[in-house]
């Protein structure tokens, strides 16, 4: 058949995944991915939820109060507050990476 050679058997795909010491950790405990894609999908949602409200109340704090607002601890928070949306990113992250595992490994069809 032409173009046959090209072919990559699912077998061989399932047994040797691609990508980082992580992902192959994950894809050998793919239920240890699932349970972390589940964790980190929580945690985002805790994150997130009001983060854009409370990181534009205190920046409408800092704008109108000033160095008094530093002083109570305004800049304080809103460091706080960049730093909880780095996290929440990095659980976006996280869960996208468990998502995509998840999905190669059930596309593929069969188990290594």
Excluded at 47 to 62: P, Q, Y
Excluded at 69 to 85: H, I, K, N, T
Aim: proline fraction near 3%.
């Amino acid at each position: 058949m032409a173009g046959a050679a090209d072919l990559t058997p699912v077998d061989a795909v399932v047994a040797q995944p691609h990508g980082s010491a992580i992902y192959r950790f994950l894809w050998r405990y793919w239920w240890l991915a699932f349970v972390l894609m589940g964790i980190t999908f929580v945690l985002f949602g805790l994150v997130t939820l009001t983060l854009l409200h409370m990181l534009g109340a205190n920046i409408e704090l800092l704008a109108a109060h000033g160095i008094d607002a530093v002083r109570d601890g305004g800049l304080r928070q809103f460091v706080e507050l960049v730093v909880s949306g780095y996290f929440g990113a990095a659980c976006y992250v996280v869960f996208k990476l468990c998502e995509k595992l998840l999905v190669e490994r059930l596309a593929a069809g069969s188990k290594p």
